[in-house]
């Protein structure tokens, strides 16, 4: 049996900086991080898909930031291939600049859903598809000006859908900009003997151990034009030379079948290139039925947490309502989607995930704004010194050891980068908290008491906001 020194166990540190100086963390290599997530494919709204590779891509930045790595966030476009060869031509047939201009997106979409109808069955059309595609490849003036607006268009477009999310990038990058590194690439692998004609003739890659073609990667198709696999060994090689990254995490989906040949001729020592794979969301669904776009998402989370506030009648207190739903309802689409490992599926419940009680992210955002409740209440009672001797309660010494495993959760992130320990360690604060408030009043406790109770809800609030914002959280103060 050891008796813990309570006095020594309970010390007051930096709000902001708790956990993050642990000598735990002393082991991790920091360095230069760069987080490739999110990567839509332009010309098109944004689909509810993609929201899971932004959402985690933007977790695993902000962790490997927090634990000192300089971060390069990086949204890598789908801006390139034999799609835009068919939108192009599908655009000079069917397309319409005012249409474009007054609603660019859902047009884009339009035209590519005809364009892809009518080609089916119309080998000219094909044909315009692969000559426009072509002449981009070429840099044909007009072709390339064509694609550079509907690139344009789209990326301000899922800007806003960004800042409702609370993502940012430091570069979008994409396909096309490694098109003619692509082909320096090919070149590479033919001068080491690597390249191989296939029976069609592509251009293919033996990745194969005993060397008989039986696993091959497709680099070049018979007319001579790249693919995105030979784009994203450009990337690599670039991004390497570029930024000098420590390491590179790619956040793509587990359906995604990418083959990486970080192997000679292209240098790689001592680069970590991580691969963070993940599942698919089943049933996610608006009132209208099926969803297909991510802004229908936001809005649906945001309407039917308004309307559980407006029944719950504390919307009257807000300034914003709107502003306080949208953070609510977005933060329990991320706390529904990280609770468990990131490569199982998962089905979509919009009544479980936004549920008050039970493990939420509503529920991390209500305790949080009882806690800014309670401290404001009592901001009479701030201090700079306490007496930790004070907290003799089982209730208040359980949050205290919790609280002390924040460094052994972050750790535990950073090696395998999946947020579902930091946020079933919330999760678990959270119910911790809800049993000190009925245990530990503040309010008419003897003023040392109560101040001592106070700063352990500060500091447990302190530390529910920091590991929020790690998940991509932005913490309400009033709901």
């Not at 590479?188 to 293919?204: A, E, F, W």
């Not at 029944?311 to 009257?316: N, V």
Request: net charge neutral; glycine share 6%.
């Amino acid at each position: 049996n050891f008796t813990i020194n309570r006095k020594l166990l309970i010390q007051s540190e930096s709000n902001t900086t708790f956990g993050l100086n642990s000598e735990l963390l002393n082991t991790l290599k920091r360095g230069v991080t760069l987080v490739e997530y999110s990567s839509p494919n332009i010309a098109k709204k944004f689909h509810a898909g993609h929201l899971r590779s932004t959402i985690i891509g933007n977790f695993i930045a902000n962790l490997k930031q927090a634990l000192g790595n300089n971060v390069v966030r990086m949204n890598y476009l789908g801006d390139w291939g034999m799609q835009f060869g068919l939108l192009g031509a599908g655009f000079i047939r069917f397309g319409s600049h005012s249409k474009l201009k007054n609603n660019p997106l859902q047009h884009l979409f339009e035209v590519y859903v005809q364009v892809n109808r009518e080609a089916e069955h119309n080998e000219n059309l094909r044909q315009e598809a692969r000559d426009f595609f072509r002449k981009l490849e070429e840099h044909d003036a007009e072709a390339v000006s064509l694609w550079q607006r509907f690139r344009d268009i789209t990326v301000e477009e899922y800007q806003h859908v960004y800042k409702r999310l609370g993502v940012h990038f430091d570069v979008y990058s994409g396909e096309s900009l490694h098109q003619s590194q692509a082909l320096e690439v090919v070149q590479q692998l033919q001068s080491r003997g690597l390249l191989k004609t296939s029976d069609k003739g592509t251009g293919v890659v033996d990745l194969s151990s005993s060397g008989d073609m039986s696993n091959v990667c497709t680099v070049l198709r018979s007319d001579g034009t790249t693919l995105y696999i030979t784009r994203d060994i450009a990337a690599a090689v670039d991004r390497k030379e570029r930024y000098h990254f420590t390491e590179m995490i790619y956040v793509v989906s587990s359906c995604a079948v990418s083959c990486f040949v970080f192997s000679p001729p292209f240098d790689f020592k001592d680069k970590a290139c991580r691969h963070v794979p993940f599942g698919l969301v089943k049933g996610m669904k608006t009132r209208t039925g099926e969803v297909v776009f991510l802004e229908d998402v936001l809005d649906e989370a945001r309407t039917r947490m308004l309307h559980n506030m407006s029944r719950a009648q504390t919307t009257k207190e807000l300034e914003d309502p709107e502003d306080t739903a949208e953070k609510v309802g977005i933060g329990a689409l991320i706390v529904q989607d990280f609770k468990g490992p990131l490569l199982s599926d998962y089905s979509f419940d919009w009544d479980r995930i936004l549920q008050a009680q039970g493990d939420t992210g509503v529920f991390l955002q209500y305790t949080h704004a009882r806690l800014c409740s309670l401290l404001q209440k009592n901001e009479d009672l701030e201090a700079a010194h306490f007496d930790a001797s004070l907290l003799t309660e089982p209730s208040a010494i359980s949050i205290v050891q919790h609280l002390l495993r924040y460094d052994e959760v972050l750790l535990q992130c950073s090696q395998d980068l999946q947020p579902k320990h930091l946020v079933n360690f919330l999760l678990k604060l959270c119910h911790l908290i809800a049993a000190a408030h009925r245990e530990l009043p503040v309010k008419g406790s003897p003023v040392q008491v109560a101040q001592t109770r106070r700063r352990l809800f500060r500091g447990s609030c302190s530390v529910l906001a920091n590991g929020m914002r790690l998940l991509g959280i932005t913490p309400v103060h009033k709901m």
